[in-house]
């Protein structure tokens, strides 16, 4: 037998895990995926109306991302060189992405007027997005976990509102309240169709803002459940060798992640933009 | 069947039902962005953005299965 010392080792190996499969494996304990998403208040404030003031977890970890993005966007803006620097070189390339890529690539008209919410938008929803990915003591019970404000109906409701404010907004600076709804119908159309086309095109944009909250935070929600039952498969199998198996396929599912939290905030800004720029070219 | 059973059954089949139809227009969708790419590649980049745009629409259908699923678990 050449090599004997090769066999010894694979058959060390094949023991350990074996002994890894049989033996009983941790405590036994309850895993809860909806324990991530409970909201706990942090600090409770009066209520003012029908509106409950209180800071609860999504309330910090939006705070937190305004003033990770602020501090960001002051630092970069006051260390501008000529010859950039690895910082400065990311954040450029990302501000191309948002010009050029975004606003650039799919609006016609009104650019330079709608780039700041365009761009801002983008910032804010990976800034969101990203932070929901670095586990912060705001857990239940002050214990450290992983949340995204985005992970929130509210907040992905309240973003989409704002874009679709702005495009209905956008569409009657331009072209005055009554033109801009009558092109809803295409113009050559028999006059029965020509209402029902209407109707059809008032509940397409409503769902418009349905869908676009929706998807970003079914989308968190759906990452961050799936993190959750991966991280903690080790528990619910109540096996050594499942944990162990699972380390590398742990972290593959949140590079994806990561992948999923920019691909979100990009077609968030990107549908906003399309949005905007077909209330303002309507006759297209 | 009981309503706990019963909830349990119906958000599986909506998810794994509500999963065909936006998952073979993924892969029609991509695949067919391959072919243009593949075609002709200086478009590459036009192709892409377009790709995405269609990818993020298309799979929030599958994710209006999900919250469906997630409603009938933790709501109703």
């Given amino acids: ?284 | 069947m009981n309503d706990a059973a019963a909830k349990l059954l119906g958000a599986g089949l909506a998810m794994g039902l509500g999963a065909i139809g936006p998952g073979v227009g993924l892969g029609i969708m991509i695949g067919k962005a391959l072919e243009s790419i593949a075609r002709q590649p200086e478009v590459a980049g036009d192709v892409r953005t377009n790709m995405f745009i269609g990818i993020g629409v298309t799979e929030a259908v599958a994710l209006y299965a999900f919250v469906v699923a997630l409603i009938l678990i933790f709501v109703a």
């Fill in chain 1, 1 to 284: 037998m050449r090599h004997p010392w090769r066999w010894i080792v694979g058959l060390l190996v094949l023991g350990f895990l074996i002994l890894l499969a049989i033996l009983p494996g941790g405590a036994k304990q309850q895993f809860e995926v909806a324990g991530e998403f409970q909201r706990e208040v942090l600090i409770k404030l009066p209520t003012v109306g029908p509106f409950d003031l209180s800071v609860t977890k999504t309330v910090a970890y939006l705070w937190l991302t305004v003033a990770v993005v602020v501090v960001v966007a002051i630092a970069i803006a006051r260390s501008l060189k000529l010859q950039p620097g690895r910082f400065q070189y990311a954040m450029e390339a990302m501000y191309e992405l948002a010009r050029d890529g975004i606003v650039g690539g799919v609006m016609k008209s009104g650019k330079k007027q709608w780039f700041p919410y365009i761009g801002g938008a983008f910032f804010f929803v990976l800034t969101c997005n990203l932070i929901g990915l670095i586990p912060l003591p705001f857990g239940e019970h002050h214990q450290t976990a992983f949340y995204a404000a985005t992970a929130n109906l509210n907040v992905t409701l309240m973003l989409a509102l704002c874009t679709f404010l702005f495009t209905h907004y956008a569409g009657v600076r331009k072209n005055g309240a009554l033109r801009y709804v009558k092109a809803w119908a295409p113009s050559g159309a028999p006059p029965v169709l020509k209402q029902i086309i209407w109707l059809i095109h008032v509940v397409s944009e409503i769902f418009r803002l349905i869908s676009l909250s929706v998807r970003l935070f079914a989308n968190m929600v759906a990452g961050h459940a799936i993190l959750a039952v991966f991280f903690a498969m080790a528990l619910i199998f109540q096996s050594y060798l499942v944990g162990l198996a699972l380390q590398g396929a742990s972290v593959l599912i949140y590079m994806f992640e990561i992948f999923v939290a920019f691909i979100q905030a990009f077609i968030f800004a990107i549908l906003s933009a399309v949005y905007i720029g077909g209330a303002l070219d309507q006759d297209h």
